[in-house]
């Protein structure tokens, strides 16, 4: 009985037709093909109902030579590629059938997609469902209706095979096993279907899908920037659609559609289905969509796979596997003759890599991995092969290095000392890894004193020690454990002192943990008086010196009225200290050292600062912070600069006193007493901090004795002045002393 019998007693046992089976007269045509139509179609039509109309596709099948439709035990649906020669597939099918002795017990069947030059070229009537191009029928979209050529209904050709299935899982009840195989364009249209289709025939259903151009992705991230979003690919000028259906999950047509996308990916993934490939099939769609899912059909094949197991994880395996072919191009009759092949459309015969893919398995061992650096470790990679070789392995050697490499036995040498973790991966060709990671497996001692990490401990790295204290340069944590040369948890300048000394061979070892010296000596400065147009110098004198070999401090200044400069150690220089200075705004960081000691010098250290332009000066710098060795002292220098206008600091003579402002701070008003020993005159005046005068209070010849002035806190035109400093001056004779107040509004 074949398929047009069975639809028939089908529909009347059911009272409606889902499916008919119409036989068509085969049309040949003598002439040449015309726009790639085909020649011929199948000999058989399946024909659906939809909305009461009917419409059929054509098919090939070896029905009518089965004696006994009770003894099919598999049915093999075979989908041709986009030349639409479903007979040549269906040859290549029955006739590994044949071989094996299966065809008493097998239907094979080859149904035909039509495009609409094939209408058109065999004259076909409106009974027959075609579709505008490859892609149409290869991702399940509606079949076409022209005005050429009119159809009364159009279909799904995706919808079509769940009706056909369904179909045969009803007419024969023997069947085991149902396989729908596809090859290039076949192989898309079985991918694509197998994930939106929920027609599985009782769990019957398995697939193949052999050498397409590309696949149905389950998420937007492709073999680019290993399995990251291609960003490229993803901007509106260059491939917008590389996710779009029929490569990715977005833009569905109407049967994907009404498919939930999580649905979509469980379908794929708990489904049974054998992938085919040859190792020279490298060509391919040149698409962008197709071209970001690898370089050619082959590599796609391989990073699509990789794939499935990134989405779902590596128990896909389990029900999805791949064969590569050996020495195949893109030949569908080699792929389906060949051993797996057969295994993946009868399950006869071997083959391995789908009967039991295994993953690859990373180990090694490794020499020499304790030692003070620079150390040279050697790696032996025992990695083992799962079902197919390993293709790439991954070295991560924990110091910041990966590198790929497929030696049996890798050197690598640690440049810095710690504790590394190395871990290596080991890639077969499908992508398939496996991962072996070791923590702290490699042991670095730390070399004391090389602070730049050159294997050498010279003067360069005190240098950079210094640099670091003034804050020249970044010391990471590593190098503050290679710097704390004397173990105290500290950097400081006697670190760089000690590898001097190394350096220079006054000791023999770092660390050096015996009891730092104790450092004796003062550092002081003193005020001075400075004319506007001075370039102020500032020595800094060491006195008493005993075991100081190194040293730090900071100086702290008023940007409104000093410039710094620079600095001058002649002294210093000529002892061999290295010096490090770093002048931040309004301070200045200085950090020394020797390998020798210190010894008491008149001026060790000038630094130079200019006036700004400030008519009325008075300053301080402040020099604390002060380290000698690895001792911060609590010592601080108070220097003073002032010039006469504000002339503090000189001797009093004694015939004239001046008390404080009282109140201070004031608002409005405040007083000043005064004393005089002998008449004389005496004027007295106002200044604000930038030696402007505010108020003259009076000039005139006071007799001897004590005196009060009073400033009621306006300037010389009456108006009220603002908050701030400002600078008592009274004038005896030729002596000028002033009085710091503050006006507070």
Not at 185 to 193: H, K, P
Not at 634 to 659: F, G, M, R
Request: charged share 15%; aromatic share 12%.
């Amino acid at each position: 009985m074949n398929l047009l019998k069975k639809a028939l007693k089908y529909c009347l046992d059911l009272r409606h037709c889902r499916a008919l089976i119409v036989l068509k007269t085969l049309l040949f045509f003598a002439f040449g093909i015309l726009f790639s139509q085909v020649e011929e179609i199948g000999d058989s039509s399946f024909t659906i109902s939809q909305n009461l109309e009917l419409i059929s596709i054509p098919y090939y099948s070896n029905e009518h030579q089965i004696i006994d439709n009770e003894q099919i035990s598999r049915i093999v649906l075979i989908v041709h590629g986009q030349n639409r020669n479903a007979n040549d597939y269906y040859s290549y099918i029955f006739n590994i059938s044949t071989n094996l002795n299966l065809n008493e017990n097998t239907l094979v069947l080859a149904p035909q997609f039509l495009l609409s030059q094939d209408i058109s070229f065999l004259n076909l009537g409106s009974e027959y469902a075609y579709w505008s191009g490859t892609s149409k029928w290869t991702g399940g979209y509606l079949s076409s209706s022209t005005e050429q050529n009119p159809r009364p209904v159009v279909v799904s050709s995706f919808a079509i095979m769940d009706s056909l299935i369904q179909f045969l899982d009803h007419s024969y009840t023997s069947v085991d096993e149902i396989v729908l195989a596809g090859y290039s364009a076949g192989g898309q249209f079985v991918n694509r279907y197998a994930s939106g289709s929920s027609t599985t025939a009782g769990g019957k259903v398995k697939y193949v899908v052999a050498a397409p151009s590309h696949y149905l992705y389950f998420n937007d991230k492709r073999s680019q920037n290993n399995f990251e979003i291609p960003i490229i690919w993803g901007q509106e000028t260059e491939c917008a659609g590389y996710n779009h259906y029929r490569y990715g999950l977005e833009n569905l047509n109407s049967y994907m559609g009404q498919i939930n996308i999580d649905t979509i990916r469980y379908r794929y993934s708990s489904k049974s289905i054998n992938y085919l490939i040859g190792n020279e099939d490298n060509g391919g769609t040149s698409y962008c969509e197709s071209t970001v899912q690898g370089e050619g059909r082959y590599q796609r094949a391989l990073v699509y796979y990789n794939h499935l197991i990134s989405q779902f994880g590596e128990n896909v395996i389990e029900n999805h596997k791949i064969a590569i072919i050996s020495n195949v191009s893109h030949d569908a009759a080699q792929a389906f003759g060949s051993d797996c092949g057969v295994f993946s459309v009868f399950e006869s015969g071997g083959c391995e890599q789908m009967s039991n893919l295994t993953f690859p398995v990373s180990n090694f061992t490794l020499y020499n991995n304790e030692g003070e650096y620079p150390l040279e470790v050697s790696f032996v990679n025992e990695s083992v092969q799962g079902t197919y070789e390993i293709t790439q392995n991954q070295w991560n050697f924990g110091e910041g290095t990966i590198i790929n490499s497929n030696n049996i036995i890798e050197n690598y040498t640690y440049s810095y000392p710690g504790e590394f973790h190395v871990s290596l991966v080991s890639y077969d060709l499908l992508g398939l890894s496996d991962t072996l990671r070791q923590q702290n497996i490699i042991k670095v001692d730390t070399l004391f004193g090389d602070f730049d990490f050159n294997a050498s401990i010279n003067q360069n790295d005190a240098n950079l020690i210094l640099e670091s204290i003034v804050n020249l340069n970044f010391a990471d944590s590593l190098q503050l454990k290679v710097g704390d040369v004397n173990k105290n948890e500290v950097l400081s300048t006697y670190d760089a002192s000690l590898i001097l000394q190394y350096y220079q061979d006054v000791i023999d070892t770092l660390p050096y943990t015996l009891e730092t010296p104790l450092a004796e000596g003062q550092i002081f400065s003193e005020s001075q008086i400075v004319n506007q147009n001075d370039i102020i110098t500032l020595p800094i004198i060491f006195d008493n010196m005993e075991n100081i070999k190194s040293f730090s401090f900071r100086v702290q200044y008023n940007e409104v009225f000093l410039d710094y400069g620079s600095f001058y150690a002649p002294g210093l220089n000529d002892l061999g200290f290295l010096i490090k200075t770093n002048n931040q705004g309004s301070t200045i960081l200085l950090a020394a050292a020797s390998g020798h000691d210190i010894p008491s010098l008149d001026e060790s250290i000038s630094l130079y600062f200019t006036r700004t332009d400030s008519a009325f000066f008075e300053t301080s710098i402040l020099i604390d912070n002060i380290s000698l060795n690895d001792e911060i002292t609590s010592h601080v220098i108070n220097v003073l600069l002032y010039d006469e206008l504000s002339n503090t600091a000189a001797i009093q003579p004694e015939n004239i006193s001046i008390s404080q402002n009282y109140p201070n701070p004031f608002n409005p008003r405040t007083s000043i007493d005064y004393h005089i020993n002998k008449d004389c005159l005496v004027s007295a005046d106002i200044y604000d901090v930038k030696g402007v005068l505010v108020r003259m209070l009076f000039s005139e010849f006071k007799v001897k004795g004590s005196h009060t002035v009073s400033w009621d806190g306006r300037d010389y035109k009456g108006n009220s002045a603002s908050s701030g400093i400002y600078y008592f001056r009274v004038k005896v004779d030729t002596y000028v002393e002033s009085k710091k107040m503050l006006l507070i509004r």
